[in-house]
């Protein structure tokens, strides 16, 4: 009977925190500014690079890869060069010191020996320049936890928010030209109630706003010839 | 486990990088590369305010980095130990590379999840009749964020990143017909370009071929 009861405050204990766990927030807003006609073709691929951290930036490499993985993800998947195989296949040319900070630097760069050859050979027709990261921007709340020879447990309530904002500039190497932005800015709130088991309800920021900026570079990318000419 | 170790510090031993191949086009001189003792197994020690030290040994890092960059620059490279008779074989340059500084800097003490290396490499080129005609410092630097791996991981990419930083630096700035002008002109530069003194440095760094443009 005792296991009873213990096993349905277990289960209520989950059944709460999953409907807890649907209420930790987080708010998106994902936007583009178009400055060209793109499109792509079956054999041209694309490139997610960071921004140079020598420019103060630090967007993460595991944010790169989720954004390299959702983009390249299901039938309509682009191809996507890994960007570290296309940094060193061009090395030196797109080191965090030597890439080139603004368009107007691609002709120069395209006239060194053997880069405009090693670009089509990967059939690289964008390249996406990612700015921006995952911050803890506030937090609060007071946790504590004590254990015994009867047992433990913790009590309290903490809570943080983390930002997520990031920039894409997407580079056609073509036409040599910014074809536009694509940015995210995601804010979510975690919360970590305890009554006797801490119960984590993580708000997966960092997820959301690969996973939004993703979505809409695709369609910048893809369906960008089409939205122009239908506006 | 990996939250201990930080704590407490971490000894991280790099292997030697490997840099890609870069895409220039090689200089048509034979170049003679002195690698000194220290790029056989440098090791820097940082101690941190609160008990944390942290170690890192890259033993033959250096010697491997310069053997490969100056074998990608130019046409002919003979390796030469620090003991080693320069004068009983010919050459167009003889380069001596040595390290200036090294420092790094970790989670704790910048507030921040990176790991950063700071390298200052200077390069003293000697033409075949032995004059210093060449004394180039080379300032590199590699950042790498903590990984769940841990912060091992983080400051071997750190490291990594600033050879390659500098060997970027080394290419992008190299101009060839200036290094050939500045071989054959023989005037010889002030030896005393010495570390920290970045008025003398700049001054021996703009007397050299390694001024190129960018990409900008």
Redesign the interface.
């Known amino acids: 009977m005792n296991r009873c009861a213990a096993a349905r405050r277990a289960g209520m204990l989950f059944v709460v925190a999953g409907l807890m766990l649907s209420q930790a927030c987080v708010t998106s807003r994902v936007e583009d500014s178009r400055e060209a006609v793109t499109g792509i073709a079956g054999d041209e691929s694309i490139v997610i690079m960071a921004k140079s951290y020598h420019l103060g930036n630090e967007t993460e490499d595991n944010y790169i890869a989720c954004v390299e993985e959702a983009l390249s993800r299901g039938k309509q998947g682009l191809n996507v060069i890994p960007h570290r195989q296309f940094v060193d296949s061009l090395f030196p040319w797109f080191e965090p010191r030597t890439a080139p900070a603004e368009t107007g630097g691609l002709p120069k760069l395209m006239d060194r020996p053997g880069v405009k050859d090693k670009i089509r050979e990967h059939g690289v027709r964008y390249i996406v320049w990612l700015d921006g990261d995952t911050e803890k921007v506030a937090g609060g709340g007071s946790l504590s936890c004590a254990a015994g020879p009867g047992g433990g447990g913790c009590f309290g309530f903490a809570w943080w928010q983390k930002d997520a904002d990031y920039t894409a500039s997407i580079w056609d190497l073509d036409e040599l030209e910014s074809a536009g932005t694509v940015s995210a800015d995601v804010s979510g709130t975690s919360f970590l109630p305890a009554l006797i088991i801490p119960i984590p309800l993580i708000a997966r920021t960092q997820a959301a706003a690969c996973k939004g900026l993703a979505s809409q570079l695709r369609i910048f990318i893809v369906a960008g010839d089409a939205e122009q000419k239908a506006t | 486990m990996s939250l201990l170790a930080t704590a407490c510090g971490s000894n991280v031993r790099l292997d030697p990088p490997t840099?890609?191949?870069?895409?220039?086009?090689t200089v048509p001189l034979h170049v003679a590369v002195r690698i000194p003792v220290e790029f056989h197994g440098f090791v820097h020690k940082e101690e941190v305010i609160g008990n944390e030290e942290w170690t890192i040994d890259l033993g033959r890092s250096n010697a491997v980095f310069f053997e490969q960059l100056f074998r990608y620059m130019f046409d002919s490279v003979t390796v030469l130990g620090p003991e080693d008779d320069e004068t009983v074989i010919s050459y167009d340059a003889l380069v001596e590379p040595s390290i200036d500084a090294f420092e790094f800097s970790v989670p704790s003490q910048t507030k921040?999840d990176?790991f950063a290396v700071w390298i200052r490499y200077r390069l003293r080129v000697y033409d075949p009749d032995g004059r210093l005609v060449g004394n180039w410092p080379v300032s590199a630097?590699g950042?790498s964020?903590t990984?769940m791996m841990g912060g091992d991981e983080a400051l071997q990419r750190a490291a990594v990143?600033a050879m390659?930083?500098a060997?970027?630096?080394m290419?992008?700035r190299f101009d060839p017909d200036q290094f050939m002008r500045t071989l054959s002109s023989g005037t010889e530069v002030p030896e005393d370009a010495a570390p920290g003194n970045d008025d003398k440095s700049a001054a021996a760094a703009r007397t050299t071929p390694m001024e190129g443009?960018?990409?900008?």
């Open positions: 840099i890609p191949e870069p895409l220039i086009n921040t990176s630097y950042k964020l990984t990143l390659r930083d060997a970027a630096l290419i992008f443009g960018s990409n900008e």
